[in-house]
């Protein structure tokens, strides 16, 4: 069981970015996924999620209205459309199975290896 992100990157403020969220050794298909941002020094927090029927999806009020969560179950993959990025959106990004928000310290469950985010003013 594995989950992949991938997509980051160097973007200048105001630019945009998708990252991919891949799972291998199981279907995405029927559970949650969440997507998390770690700031350097930081703990790792929830910012967006995409429940297992597609019916609901949840942003934090950090980035509602500027990322969307989607997801292709053909492809076995989520995606996170970052639009209108900003400086304090740097950091890595990871995606989670079954964990949607809050704030983790020392995760545990099935998390990727994240993929690095810098966004310059």
């Known amino acids: 069981v594995q989950l992949v992100e991938s997509g980051g990157g160097l973007v200048q403020a105001g630019g945009s970015l998708r990252l991919s969220c891949a799972a291998s050794?199981?279907?995405?298909?029927?559970?949650?996924i969440g997507w998390f941002h770690q700031a350097l020094g930081q703990d790792r927090e929830g910012i967006s999620c995409?429940?297992?029927?597609?019916?609901?999806?949840w942003y934090a009020d950090s980035v509602k209205g500027r990322f969307t969560v989607s997801r292709d179950n053909a492809k076995n993959t989520v995606y996170l459309q970052m639009n209108s990025l900003k400086p304090e959106d740097t950091g890595v990004y990871y995606c989670?199975?079954?964990?949607?928000?809050?704030?983790?310290?020392?995760?545990?469950?099935?998390w990727g290896q994240g993929t690095q985010v810098t966004v310059s003013p």
């Open positions: 989670a199975r079954e964990v949607c928000a809050g704030r983790y310290k020392d995760p545990t469950g099935y």
């Open positions: 050794g199981f279907s995405l298909d029927g559970y949650a």
């Open positions: 995409i429940d297992s029927d597609d019916s609901r999806t």
